[in-house]
């Protein structure tokens, strides 16, 4: 159910209002429910849901009439219309997974005149979603589909895909999915731009993308009363979250681990193969070597995401593809070193046969998640973060934050002292106001990003300078301010002197970190993440 104006879908479809709020669907069409009864059974059985925009449905009512899922939505607020904590816990409490879309006019109007950053828009709208949906109690690891809902025409395709790298660059790509007709989400899966695709018939021609997760098969039915859209599930983990779906069936994903210059091991050599899959010229030898880090950073910079020659969540995230029986390659490579890694002992040759299928299947089932056989995003991701990996510090960074005007605390203090560091004139006074605001525009300009005024994982990338003893300035005050997060009670005085190594050997040594007093990228990471 768009936010907006469905003026455009209603001359495609044929309206159908459904005794009982339910309706069977199958790929061939849309039959009538013999009675309500009967809907609600089958809408159970066969994975069916509904989207709407009208926060007066109760969960209570979604639930008597057999759907077992929602897609809600999150847009600029106010809002009456999109998702709250209390409505989630509601469906969640009935029992409902949820699955979170963002829709916003700022794409609506592209209809008009394409933005000319595209990127920087959906940066910004994937930042705003993220909030919002965690702000709703979702995981972390779930997904969030971005509406195209109009019929976009293949002269925006590259805007199209600009979009959604910037979409990627704040919430990482395995978990970046779209809404859209058939021609739109083929395009956005064909280019990799997507790891979810929620299809909608309209603009479809009765086409439909076997690799969308989600399909939007009928609009304008009746639910209790309320208007709402028909959704059929088309795996077992479509993004959902909460209730009975709560992910993929419960499963809480591990996180993706951090792979750094030095280490070794399997998951080195799987993402080795991945970066050759990209077309990078290194040996697949499970040692993270010069050459490897030369390659990542190469990657990195190709793709948008902060270049700091780290395999962590982003990358790891732009790295996956998704193999399945019949593919071949050095995609395929990776997957069976990842699978070997679990006692499958699969020859690492890069076809994807029965064997492999086996192995996928039977690790599949043990971790819990959907069994189709497809190493994707939420398979890759249990495959690689799960146990040891990478040997040499393999510590799991957490996310970076997001920090946005308004905020407080710490890491504003300590982003300010950075922005600082890198010539911006403003008091560093822990305030994310208008000054600090400006200042973080004028920077995201000046490196390339995506200029939306947020703090979030690509500017910290960006902002973060490798201090250590004997190191003086801006730079220290911020890596001191993060340290005293921890109760380390140091001056702030930008002074990196015996007191802040220690400070720093200690908080490396307590965070699984090699303990080298120099606080670069991954400690960055811990400090202001944590």
């Known amino acids: 159910m768009n936010l907006f104006d469905h003026s455009r879908r209603l001359s495609r479809r044929s309206l159908l209002t459904l005794a009982g709020g339910a309706a069977v669907a199958t790929a061939a069409g849309i039959g009538l429910a013999q009675s309500a009864s009967a809907a609600s059974a089958a809408s159970s059985a066969t994975g069916y849901g509904i989207d709407y925009s009208d926060a007066s449905l109760t969960a209570g009512s979604v639930a008597a009439a057999g759907y077992g899922f929602v897609c809600r939505y999150l847009s600029w607020l106010p809002n009456s219309k999109v998702l709250t904590l209390s409505e989630a816990q509601a469906l969640t409490a009935a029992g409902l997974g949820i699955v979170s879309n963002w829709e916003s006019d700022g794409l609506q109007s592209w209809q008009s005149s394409v933005p000319s950053d595209p990127y920087s828009q959906g940066a910004g709208h994937a930042t705003e979603a993220q909030r919002q949906a965690l702000a709703n109690g979702m995981p972390s690891s779930r997904p969030i589909y971005f509406s195209v809902d109009f019929d976009l025409q293949p002269s925006m395709y590259s805007a199209l895909n600009s979009y959604f790298d910037g979409v990627a660059s704040v919430i990482g790509r395995s978990r970046t999915g779209a809404y859209g007709g058939y021609h739109v989400i083929r395009e956005l899966f064909d280019s990799g731009k997507i790891a979810w695709g929620w299809q909608t018939y309209a603009w479809s021609g009765g086409n439909w993308d076997s690799r969308a997760q989600l399909r939007q098969v009928q609009n304008d039915i009746t639910v209790a009363g309320h208007d709402a859209d028909l959704d059929q599930a088309m795996a077992a983990d479509f993004g959902q979250w909460g209730g009975k779906g709560g992910g993929g069936g419960g499963v809480i994903l591990p996180s993706w681990p951090n792979i750094t210059d030095g280490m070794t091991g399997p998951s080195v050599q799987a993402a080795q ?54 593919s071949t390659g050095d995609d395929v490579r990776a997957a069976q070193v990842e699978l070997n890694r679990f006692g499958y002992g699969l020859a690492v040759d890069g076809s994807f046969g029965s064997g492999t299928d086996s192995a996928a299947r039977a690790f599949q089932s043990a971790h819990g998640l959907g069994v189709d056989g497809q190493v994707g995003p939420q398979t890759w991701q249990m495959l690689v973060g799960t146990g040891n990996g990478a040997s040499g510090g393999g510590t799991v960074a957490p996310p970076w934050p997001n920090v946005i005007d308004g905020d407080t605390g710490n890491n504003v203090l300590a982003a300010q002292y950075l922005l600082r560091y890198h010539g911006a004139s403003i008091t560093a006074d822990g305030q994310f106001g208008p000054a600090t605001l400006t200042a973080t525009k004028t920077f995201q300009s000046a490196h390339g990003l995506g200029v939306d005024g947020q703090i979030g994982p690509q500017t910290w990338s960006a902002l973060i300078v490798q201090v250590q003893q004997g190191s003086t300035g801006d730079d220290v005050r911020a890596a001191q301010v993060e340290l005293n997060k921890f109760g380390y009670g140091l001056a702030v005085d930008g002074s990196f002197g015996s007191g802040t190594d220690s400070a720093a050997r200690a908080f490396q040594s307590a965070h699984g970190l090699g303990v080298d007093g120099q606080v670069g990228p991954q400690t960055w990471q811990m400090l202001v993440g944590s």
């Open 273 to 326: 193969y991945l970066l050759r899959y990209h077309g990078a010229s290194i040996t697949a030898d499970g040692q993270f070597g010069p050459a490897t880090l030369a390659a990542t950073k190469t990657f990195q910079s190709a793709h948008g995401l902060g270049v700091d020659g780290q395999i962590g969540p982003q990358t790891w995230s732009a790295l996956i593809v998704q193999v399945q029986q019949g």
